[in-house]
């Protein structure tokens, strides 16, 4: 009687001991899985990129005066305040704008000592943007891009064409153009011969033209 006493008792404690930990790693596991995740810092508003400035936009709003243009370490060259005059909006860094003019610079000759009718077409089409206010201020070396690209004219359909001969800024075979009266009949085309790779494409616009289109061929210049 008394083994079967002890053995009974050893069970119930054994049983007892069994439930408590199975109820401790429960619990555990309940608290683990209902602990809410940590929460993502909010971001702090200085930390945020500034946006980008498009150099070739003057801001349509208010715009940092001349006097406090400044950088927050350092000065502006004389040529740098003359590129950001009346182009810095109120709240933006004028080192930003700056830089962005420099870009555009940098890419003018970058595609230059490669290409020179492919900078002067960039310059023309917008595709290097601000290209047109940045050079005279900060890479005067490429005034001459900046020249070519004033005489010509780009891409697509162009209202009271002046009359001379035109070269396209490109080698593309699939340049195609034609000059059309007021009338809407077609004065001239081209190319006349479908153009080789390398091959120089021009075209030549008659006196009375009203309208000169082209298609894939990058920009114009006087030839």
Not at 202 to 210: D, E, K, L
Request: hydrophobic share 35%.
């Amino acid at each position: 009687m008394y083994r079967r006493s002890t053995a009974a008792a050893l069970l119930m404690a054994a049983a007892l001991t069994l439930t408590a930990c199975s109820s401790d790693g429960d619990g555990k596991a309940g608290e683990a899985e209902a602990k809410p995740p940590a929460a993502s810092p909010v971001p702090d508003p200085a930390d945020s990129a500034a946006p980008s400035a498009a150099p070739d936009a003057k801001p349509t709003g208010p715009v940092l005066p001349d006097a406090k243009l400044t950088p927050k370490t350092g000065s502006f060259k004389p040529n740098e305040k003359a590129y950001l005059s009346g182009r810095v909006p109120e709240k933006m860094d004028p080192a930003a704008v700056l830089q962005s003019g420099q870009e555009a610079c940098q890419r003018v000759e970058r595609t230059a000592k490669r290409d020179k009718d492919a900078a002067t077409g960039a310059v023309i089409s917008g595709e290097i943007p601000g290209a047109k206010d940045a050079i005279p201020h900060l890479c005067p070396a490429q005034k001459p891009i900046l020249d070519a690209a004033a005489k010509g004219f780009g891409d697509g359909t162009r209202p009271a064409p002046a009359p001379g001969t035109y070269r396209a800024l490109t080698q593309n075979t699939a340049c195609t153009w034609e000059a059309k009266g007021k009338d809407g009949s077609v004065l001239a085309s081209g190319p006349e011969s479908a153009p080789k790779p390398g091959d120089k494409i021009t075209a030549t616009v008659p006196a009375g033209a009203a309208e000169f289109s082209s298609v894939n061929c990058s920009a114009w210049i006087p030839a």
